[in-house]
């Protein structure tokens, strides 16, 4: 695993920490819900109308704490923003830096499963990212950005995330570029 997450380290540019999961759907689900959880108190999202359903199901779930959920062209503050970098219906590549420059303050999600293989992926400017590849997925951290555990287990991925990981199935893994 530690091989794998040095292979994703480098080829979205991160020095921050990497969680290997089941899918880029539990990657986005514990990004969103792990800041969501771990936030003072409940707050604004904007999500992107293109968004995949695991990020519209994930902060439709958090309606029920009392998180208010807007569309993103809605504009006003958000403490989170949750978008996709490839619209996985449209092929539309979306402006991270743009989101990033108009909502500074914001903690962004960025779902990049589409993205992988076909364009280049740079987590500046992100604070969560959410990979997949076949057979697993990976969320990419900002260095110092703290989420909650979305599945307790083992303490597998230093309490991150319970669950083994499927070592066969990662010994051949390399970035797509």
């Given amino acids: 695993p530690e091989s794998v997450k040095s ?12 969680i290997l999961c089941s899918s880029v759907d539990e990657a986005s689900n514990h990004a969103i819900k792990g800041i969501a959880l771990r936030a003072p108190e409940v707050g604004r999202i904007l999500v992107s109308t293109g968004a995949p359903l695991a990020i519209r199901n994930s902060v439709m779930w958090l309606t029920r704490m009392g998180w208010d959920i807007s569309d993103l062209d809605s504009g006003g503050d958000a403490d ?3 978008v996709e970098m490839v619209n996985h219906e449209t092929g539309v590549i979306r402006d ?3 989101i990033r420059e108009r909502y500074p303050k914001a903690l962004l999600v960025v779902e990049a499963s589409a993205a992988v293989g076909r364009i280049p992926i740079s987590s500046d400017g992100i604070d969560a990212l959410a990979l997949g590849f076949d057979g697993f997925g990976a969320l990419v951290i900002r260095k110092g950005l703290r989420l909650d555990p979305l599945i307790h287990g083992g303490g597998e991925q230093g309490g991150r995330r319970g669950g083994h990981l499927p070592e ?7 970035f797509p570029s």
């Fill in 80 to 82: 989170i923003i949750a």
């Fill in 7 to 18: 292979e994703i380290s480098a080829g979205v540019g991160s020095s921050g920490e990497i």
């Fill in 96 to 98: 991270i830096s743009a």
């Fill in 168 to 174: 066969k199935l990662l010994s051949g893994f390399s």
